[in-house]
């Protein structure tokens, strides 16, 4: 998930994108535990995971007690999207 609106006005710290960067670069690693789910990354480790991104920021926010903004990247397979279009043909 990107910073919001509020934090425009602001610079990103660079902890965000190294979280962002951190879930991308284990990304094969997330598919396995947190398949179709958001997490929330907070210094390089999964904080919080849900069905919602809101409810993962919001359980990130809780357990660590940090502001926006806070890395939620949502981790699928593609399964569901290729399932669907197999079905159609």
Known sequence: M????ESASQPIPRRYWQDQRWA???YPELVKRYEDRWVAVVDRRIVAASKSS???EE???AKTGRQLPIAVVFVETGRRIYNEIVDLV
């Open 54 to 56: 809101v409810k993962a």
């Open 2 to 5: 990107s910073p919001t609106a």
């Open 24 to 26: 991308f670069d284990h």
């Open 59 to 61: 359980q990130a926010r």
